[in-house]
């Protein structure tokens, strides 16, 4: 049975975004206007990644797709309009996978492509504008009521599944439960086999229990942590083995579907969709390389502080550098071996396994998580020694 938790991260709504709905509370407080005149202008992580000045005349991630598995994606969101691909809805909800009830996945996928369309032209830019977006669309706690454990687990086992077959070559998934579940870990094998490079977030209960979530805790996946303005990392992302990149994380701005299309957020929600994001703009220079080339020239150009090849359980191997990745990448080494992989590892998955997944996904029975004020409890029964599932928002 999976615990499980969309990794939580709190949303401000830059206009009216009140907390409401599933009780769920928003750090800070509402405002009703922007800031400034500009979104653009609070993308703080941009100016310290050198994006306009140094990424941008080299690679804008033309070419590449990325798969964002997460609420949906506000295909009508001005920043977005363009970029966005008719993807596929696993989640059971009305719409497609171009609706987005929620707005945590139209805020990732703006932090990847947006276009800066919005606010009168003044909206947000992703890190990679010339990328184009697959949404995969699962259910979430703000966008169901109730969900069981095992439905989150196969809405996204078959949602990986999905983008290991699609023409996606980056799959960023920004949320995760705390069981590994046989067929999840399976469909990221398959994912992994088929040459996809698979970013997730490893979480923000960093202060509070710090449980190692799936997929990011799988081998082969680069588990993403977040930062902030200062370069360190944030308080509530999570450490461990599974951290193998840092990116920016804290007051971000992005996209989103509340009243005036903008919100501020923190967590490694934000970080991972920027890794993924420095991964699409490298990919697209170099279009022969492989997920594995690509991991390890990331790894390898990030700020290690000093200590490179060194994996640290808060910094991973470094704060991601995508300027320098591009501009002085360096050799990046054998076609067919994860950095992230012990060398004896092997992610294979043949066809027949792939159909063995699905099978699995389709016969499996659920058992419901009811969600009462943005908490969601699983009663396994006293035989199960009383064990309660806190499903706060596996996103990270």
């Known amino acids: 049975m999976a615990r499980f938790g969309i990794l939580a991260i709190s949303r401000i709504g830059v206009a009216l975004l009140a907390a409401v709905g599933l009780g769920m509370s928003c750090a800070g407080v509402a405002t009703a206007n922007p800031p400034s005149a500009s979104i653009r202008a609070q993308e703080w992580w941009l100016a310290s990644m050198h994006a306009q000045d140094a990424i941008w005349p080299v690679s804008t991630g033309v070419g590449v797709t990325v798969a964002v598995i997460d609420s949906g994606v506000d295909a009508r969101h001005p920043d977005l309009a363009g970029q966005v691909l008719r993807g596929q809805n696993f989640s059971g909800l009305s719409g497609g996978a171009g609706t987005d009830t929620d707005g945590h996945g139209t805020a990732m996928a703006s932090l990847i492509a947006g276009t800066g369309k919005g606010w009168q032209g003044s909206g947000m830019y992703g890190l990679a504008p010339g990328v184009k977006i697959l949404p995969l669309r699962v259910a979430t706690l703000k966008s169901s009521a109730t969900v069981s454990a095992a439905s989150f687990n196969h809405q996204l086992s078959a949602a990986i599944l999905a983008a290991a077959d699609s023409s996606a070559m980056v799959i960023s998934i920004s949320m995760g439960q705390v069981n590994g579940e046989a067929d999840m870990h399976s469909a990221v094998n398959y994912a992994l086999s088929k040459g996809k490079l698979i970013v997730a ?12 979530l799936y997929p990011a805790g799988f081998p082969g996946v680069v588990g993403v942590g977040e930062t902030d303005q200062s370069g360190n990392v944030a308080a509530e992302s999570e450490h461990g083995a599974q951290v193998a990149l840092t990116a920016p994380g804290a007051d971000i701005y992005e996209a989103c579907v509340g009243p005036s299309g903008y919100c501020s957020s923190h967590g490694t929600s934000n970080s991972t969709a920027l890794v993924s994001a420095s991964a699409a703009l490298l990919w697209a220079v170099h279009p022969s390389w492989t997920a594995d080339q690509i991991i390890r020239v990331l790894i390898n150009t990030a700020n290690s502080g000093g200590k490179p090849g060194v994996q640290n359980p ?34 294979g998955v043949s066809a027949a396994a792939r159909a063995s997944v699905s099978a699995g996904q389709k016969s499996s029975g659920s058992s419901m998580v009811w969600i009462v004020g943005g908490v969601a409890v699983l009663v396994l029964g006293a035989a199960a020694a ?5 499903r706060r928002r596996a996103r990270g």
């Open 201 to 212: 977030s490893v979480g923000n209960s960093g202060n509070t229990g710090d449980p190692v």
């Open 314 to 347: 808060y910094y991973g191997y470094g704060l991601v550098r995508p300027r320098l990745a591009l501009t002085e990448p360096g050799d990046p080494g054998p076609a067919d071996v994860n950095p992230l992989l012990p060398a004896s590892a092997s992610t």
């Open 386 to 390: 009383g064990l309660l599932l806190a």
